[in-house]
């Protein structure tokens, strides 16, 4: 029988300005921060679904409603869920337990990390295996772009100071403290800031701006 390959959720939030990207609209506005979230959040979904065609699990803040929801769920089969309630940790934790139900692993990633061809989700994914218990790949800032397992055990993501450089540190030392094997994915750098999107190759700033004018169209994705 064939190897039950995990979930990829993507957690995302609908682009509504002033409430998502407030680093990067500090010096874009918020309006053109929304829209670049927006394309971000779509090129995520893409390669996510490129990379793992049929288990890629949009996971929307406040609801599934958003109209980028729906077109994303349309135009690239995934399916939705609704955020829970809580702190990150809780919401993650939830959404980790709901998917790793299906009988394989599951594994959160944000949409901050667009240019998911440069670095291939898939080869990343292949490091989940029987032999460890948790997956998680770094950011450059402290925090991480993807963790999850075949199991999220009690307590993990409690105590996390979020939004903060300890993110990272501190889950590995929640993983240790409860015996838990992992191994690490490759360490990027997330667009929080104008300082994140100008340190973004050109193309890729070039893409996601073409998102952001013309949302309607696919976004154009390269190979790694």
């Not at 979904?45 to 929801?69: E, K, N, S, W």
């Not at 089969?77 to 609704?82: D, E, K, L, N, T």
């Not at 190759?201 to 309607?216: E, H, S, T, V």
Request: with cysteine.
């Amino acid at each position: 029988m064939p190897v039950a390959q995990p979930v990829v959720i993507v957690f995302a939030k609908a682009p509504e300005p002033g409430r998502c990207k407030t680093r990067l609209a500090r010096h874009v506005g918020p309006v053109l921060a929304a829209r670049c979230y927006q394309a971000m959040t779509e090129q995520v979904i893409a390669h996510a679904t490129r990379q793992a065609p049929g288990r890629v699990v949009l996971a929307c803040a406040p609801d599934t409603r958003h109209p980028l929801f729906t077109r994303l769920a349309r135009r690239y089969g995934c399916s939705r869920m609704r955020q829970s309630g809580g702190d990150l940790g809780r919401r993650m934790a939830h959404a980790l337990r709901q998917n790793q139900r299906r009988g394989a692993g599951a594994v959160v990633i944000g949409t901050d990390q667009p240019d998911l061809a440069r670095l291939p989700l898939a080869d990343v994914l292949a490091r989940l295996d029987e032999t460890i218990d948790m997956l998680m790949a770094p950011t450059h800032d402290g925090g991480y772009w993807l963790i999850g397992g075949r199991h999220t055990p009690r307590g993990v993501f409690q105590g996390i100071a979020w939004s903060t450089p300890r993110v990272a540190r501190q889950t590995r030392a929640a993983m240790q403290a409860r015996a838990l094997s992992w191994r690490e994915g490759p360490s990027m750098r997330d667009i929080d800031d104008y300082r994140d999107w100008c340190a973004q190759p050109r193309d890729q700033r070039a893409r996601l701006l073409r998102g952001a004018i013309m949302p309607g169209l696919r976004p154009r994705l390269v190979s790694a």
